[in-house]
Each structure stands twice: as structure tokens, then as C-alpha cells.
T-cell receptor, first 114, second 111 residues
Framework: DTEVTQTPKHLVMGMTNKKSLKCEQH?????MYWYKQKAKKPPELMFV???????INESVPSRFSPECPNSSLLNLHLHALQPEDSALYLC?????????????FGDGTRLSIL | DAKTTQPTSMDCAEGRAANLPCNHSTISGNEYVYWYRQIHSQGPQYIIH???NNETNEMASLIITEDRKSSTLILPHATLRDTAVYYC????????????FGTGTSLTVIP
């Protein structure tokens, strides 16, 4: 069982829909991450939050909007996605400073865009 | 951050040691070597990391060559549950430096 919980596990949405992915951890970690993973490819970093502030945006399109309401919760808001955005979206957290301590990953949300 | 090179795939007999190599010939002095693995349908899992000394934990051992240009992850007694993609990553511990997964090695443990 993972200590980083992602919901939903699967999501199918149309290109005009608005949906959100949720990630939660209760380990007291202060760095949280979103990654995107296409089939048979390694995870690719999208966003990093450090102490609830966005510290890294890897030039992600604005149709992806991250939010960190508190130290335990990370959301990814989705709007007007394209079919190529279909992928596994992974959330991770680490103890303090981004990338310094090992990251703990959730099992991801598998997103399909119709 | 330094680039890593890993074999695309490897097989290992169940119960034997699995030795996964990683080449990082351009590693710099303050870059650590990290290993993660990803079992099918799960998120990546941290295994171990080290700077220059060999490291061991309950999951694996990490052997880093003296010149630090390569390393080997050792799973001492591979089980079927160790079948996964293993990623070798090098990075500094300076904040702000990103974390890039390479293509990894797909390890298959054979009964």
C-alpha cells in the first residue's frame, strides 16, 4: 500500500470537460510533485510545490493547473485537454526540500481523453 | 545533471542475485546516484542512493566504482515480485536541480 493516495484511479473525460485529480499524503512531507507518464516511457516532471508554493513548472500547458491548498493536499485541475494528454499522472512527495530526500509516489491516475 | 546509460532489459533466475549496471561517466563530484523501480501498474518506488561509498539497505545494495563513473544495483535474492523497470538517476542535492528519469532497465525474474 502506498502512503500517497491519488484519486480517482481512472478518469475518462471529453475535451470540453473540467475535472480535477487529487493527491493526499499525511507523512508531513513539504515537497509535492506532479509527473506525467506515457505508456512504456519514464515519468516526466510537470510541477513541484515546496512548502505549498509552486517552485517548478516544466513549461506545462495552461490547460493543466496545479493547486496546493495545504501541506497534505495537491490537486491538478484539468480543462480543455487534448487526446495526447491521455497518460498516467503520478503524484509524489518528499520530506523537505525538493528532490533532496527520496520521493514517495502514489499509484497514479490513468487519464483518457476522448 | 549527468546522463545515465542502462541496458534496456535483463533476465534473472528466481533466487539468484540480480546485478543491474548503470553508466554515469559524466557524473560530477557532488552528484548522488539514486535508484528507483516501477512495478507494472504502480508508481515508482525508491530503492537506495549513494554518493561514493557502497550502500546497503533492506531492499538492495549499491556498489559505486572508485572513479564513480558507473554503479551496480544488486538485489541479492531476486523474487518474481522484483520484476519491474529499474531507473538509475544522478543528481545533486542542491535544491532547484531537477530530477530526470532515464529509460531504465526492464528486469524480468524467471521462475
Amino acid at each position: 500500500d502506498t502512503e500517497v493516495t491519488q484519486t480517482p484511479k481512472h478518469l475518462v473525460m471529453g475535451m470540453t470537460n473540467k475535472k480535477s485529480l487529487k493527491c493526499e499524503q499525511h507523512m508531513g512531507h513539504r515537497a509535492m510533485y506532479w509527473y506525467k507518464q506515457k505508456a512504456k516511457k519514464p515519468p516526466e516532471l510537470m510541477f513541484v510545490y515546496s512548502y505549498e508554493k509552486l517552485s517548478i513548472n516544466e513549461s506545462v500547458p495552461s490547460r493543466f493547473s496545479p493547486e496546493c491548498p495545504n501541506s497534505s493536499l495537491l490537486n491538478l485541475h484539468l480543462h480543455a485537454l487534448q487526446p495526447e494528454d491521455s497518460a498516467l499522472y503520478l503524484c509524489a512527495s518528499s520530506l523537505k526540500d525538493a528532490f533532496v530526500q527520496p520521493q514517495h509516489f502514489g499509484d497514479g491516475t490513468r487519464l483518457s481523453i476522448l | 545533471d549527468a546522463k545515465t546509460t542502462q541496458p534496456t532489459s535483463m533476465d534473472c533466475a528466481e533466487g539468484r542475485a540480480a546485478n543491474l549496471p548503470c553508466n554515469h561517466s559524466t557524473i560530477s563530484g557532488n552528484e548522488y546516484v539514486y535508484w528507483y523501480r516501477q512495478i507494472h501498474s504502480q508508481g515508482p518506488q525508491y530503492i537506495i542512493h549513494g554518493l561514493k561509498n557502497n550502500e546497503t539497505n533492506e531492499m538492495a545494495s549499491l556498489i559505486i566504482t572508485e572513479d564513480r563513473k558507473s554503479s551496480t544495483l544488486i538485489l541479492p535474492h531476486a523474487t518474481l515480485r522484483d520484476t519491474a523497470v529499474y531507473y538509475c538517476i544522478v543528481r545533486t542535492t542542491n535544491t532547484g536541480n531537477q530530477f530526470y528519469f532515464g529509460t531504465g532497465t526492464s528486469l524480468t525474474v524467471i521462475p
